[in-house]
Structure formats: C-alpha cells, structure tokens
C-alpha cells in the first residue's frame, strides 16, 4: 500500500471527512511529508471507493462549497490493520538488522550542557 494510500485510511479511522479536511489531515499525519493535490486525492478516493475501502458519506454545501463526504468501511479498516501490521514488522526487521550491523544504541540523544543548551 503506497503511503497517501494509507494515510488517508488513517484519516478515515477518526471518522468520517470531506476532501479538504483528507487532505489537512493526510499532511498533519505525515508531519508534512505528504501533501496531497486535489486529483491526487479524489483519484485515491475513487480507488478505495471501487475496492469497497472507503464508502460516501453524505455531501452537504458550506458557505456555499459543495462537500462529499467519506468513511472508512469494515474492510478499509481490515485492509488498514493489516498495512500496520505488515510495517510493524518491515520496521522490527530492520530495527534488528541495524543493531546486529552496529551494536548499541541506535539513537544518541545530545544531553544539554549548562543553561540548557545541547
């Protein structure tokens, strides 16, 4: 599952949204990594529509905007706990092949000197 893929079911898991506030919460989640365009969006949408991930929601108009809404169906939260599931493991994997490569620590953390400086 590539990753607007996945962040887009995780925003779903929060309840149900319209594209914008996908697209906010995609970028919030991704600490800014993944910033999502309008057709990038509604073409992942219309993806996870057609494999029964994701359902409409309703639409409504706001200050005169047209929104649709989305959920996350049962299979979409399945499809999504197995994705976890599968990184979980890529990222023991690789936690333990690093360790093995270079034991010890494999984060340093900078302690602060005086008057709180690192």
Known sequence: MREPTMLVLTALAGGRAHGYALIAETESLSEGRVNLRVGTLYAVLDRLLDQGLVQDAGDEVVDGRHRKYFELTDAGGAALEREVRRLEANASAARRRLQAW????????AQPGPGGAA
């Open 102 to 109: 270079r034991p010890g620590p494999a984060i340093r953390v």
